[in-house]
């Protein structure tokens, strides 16, 4: 039989891929109607639905429907429109006002900002290569930024598109504190050994426990030995600093010299060697571990005013987020910003001594406003805020309302006394209790010198 066939679409240049692709379908099925098959009827020869198969194996239902008996399903509720989320680091030259007006955000917007960011974020702080994040609503609308300050700390700034207001917060992420060891022997001297695992705030920490003991750019040789236990603080399973030291043990020419933190039943916690003598003088040797003074105490030219004035404390030079300690026992009077000193704590001890710690990125977050801190607690961190040309702790002692040479101040502290008779058996069963922990395993870190293993455990 012979059929009139009329092409189903005009063959005229430019029509669509779709068009194209139902062409040949309707071509085929013709086609097919040539090999024999009609429209109507009802078998196929097994040549012409291997042909037909080939042509239509690749075709699926939008919705996955496989047979016209299917249960077909009805679906309910609303998918929203998803936000589009950028990550990046800051680059060289970057401001915030750049970043925050490249991103949507008018001057005023961001003067805005700018007034509610004052005491949680200085300009000055920003530094290439922090990382930040943008978000933005389906129509290209300015949602959040948030930068990371460092590895605890987190800026959110976030605007309500109804209103057109904004929201400053700070995340702090909490840590979980676990309890670690190192031991070995020393192949060049100590600081390196410690440099080597990254555990930077132990030197400091040991220099302050031995000060009156060991002078260790003279006494350090290679052959000394060393055991020390600590807290680690890890964010998940990323190591973030060292905490305290719990044990110390330094051995060399024929001596040890032991370190071994107590708290006493009035709460007081201090450094006692393995006869329960203390090794706490009233201010510890240094607030933080520095590499240098780059300014020292009296009268100077300022590097930024060009001004011959009076310096009321030492600069030390040290790393940004480098580990600050309280010198002495006491209670912080003030926590916050304070015009050019930047971040800055006050500290009130007994005697008439108050000391300041000025310039800080940030505070500790387990000792607030108020609280009563230890010799040797972690109260913030080196920094930069306030006036200053670059990281640094700018130090101060103040004795019965008048400024102290604080280098002076901290050579000629007294010790404290030893353990009571009523406390020692306490003490000595904590002794024990840290030399076992010492030769535990589980919280074993091998000599850094040669191939280390360090493994740890969570404090209870």
């Not at 920003?126 to 700390?153: A, C, I, T």
Request: aromatic share 10%; net charge positive.
């Amino acid at each position: 039989m012979n059929h009139d066939h009329r092409p189903l679409f005009s063959s005229r240049k430019g029509f669509s891929h779709n068009k194209k692709s139902l062409y040949i379908k309707a071509f085929t099925i013709i086609s097919l109607s040539v090999l024999g098959l009609g429209y109507g009827i009802k078998s196929i020869t097994p040549a012409a639905e291997k042909l037909y198969s080939s042509i239509f194996v690749n075709y699926d239902d939008e919705l996955g429907i496989t047979e016209e008996s299917a249960i077909v399903e009805i679906e309910q509720g609303e998918v929203p429109e998803k936000n589009s989320i950028v990550e990046n680091k800051i680059q060289r030259g970057e401001s915030l006002y750049i970043l925050l007006t490249a991103n949507g955000l008018s001057p005023a917007e961001v003067n805005n900002v700018s007034q509610q960011l004052k005491g949680k974020f200085s300009v000055k702080s920003l530094r290439p290569g922090q990382s930040y994040r943008v978000e933005k609503d389906p129509e290209n609308r300015f949602l959040s930024f948030s930068l990371q300050q460092s590895l605890v700390s987190t800026l959110h700034l976030e605007k309500n598109l109804e209103s057109g207001t904004f929201h400053v917060w700070q995340e702090i992420m909490e840590y979980d504190t676990r309890l670690a060891s190192l031991t070995g022997t020393i192949e060049s001297n100590l600081s390196l050994e410690l440099q080597k695992n990254k555990r930077y705030s132990l030197i400091g920490q040991l220099q302050n426990l031995f000060a009156s003991k060991i002078n260790f750019r003279r006494d350090i040789h290679p052959g000394t030995t060393y055991r020390i236990l600590y807290e680690e603080n890890w964010l998940g399973e990323e190591y973030a600093n060292s905490g305290n030291i719990m044990a110390a043990e330094i051995a060399f020419n024929g001596n040890t010299y032991t370190a071994y933190r107590y708290t006493n039943a009035q709460g007081k916690t201090g450094y006692y060697d393995e006869n329960g003598r203390s090794l706490n003088s009233f201010f510890l040797a240094k607030p933080c571990n520095y590499s240098r003074i780059s300014s020292s105490f009296g009268y100077r030219r300022h590097p930024i005013l060009g001004r011959r004035h009076f310096h009321g404390g030492i600069d030390l030079a040290a790393p940004t987020g480098t580990p600050v300690y309280a010198v002495a026992d006491g209670k912080i009077v003030y926590r916050g910003r304070k015009g050019a000193a930047g971040n800055m704590i006050t500290i009130n001890h007994s005697n008439g001594y108050y000391t300041k710690y000025l310039h800080l990125s940030r505070f500790s977050s387990k000792h607030p406003y108020g609280s009563k801190v230890h010799q040797g607690d972690i109260i913030g961190y080196v920094g930069s805020t306030g006036r200053s040309t670059g990281p640094h702790l700018d130090f101060r002692v103040i004795k019965n309302g008048k400024l102290q040479n604080p280098l002076t101040a901290l050579k000629s502290s007294s010790s404290t006394r030893g353990v009571s008779k009523a406390e020692m058996q306490n003490f000595m069963a904590q002794l024990s209790v840290f030399r076992a922990q010492l030769n535990e395993s589980n919280v074993l870190v091998a000599n850094l010198s040669k191939k280390s293993i360090e493994t740890s455990t969570a404090l209870n």
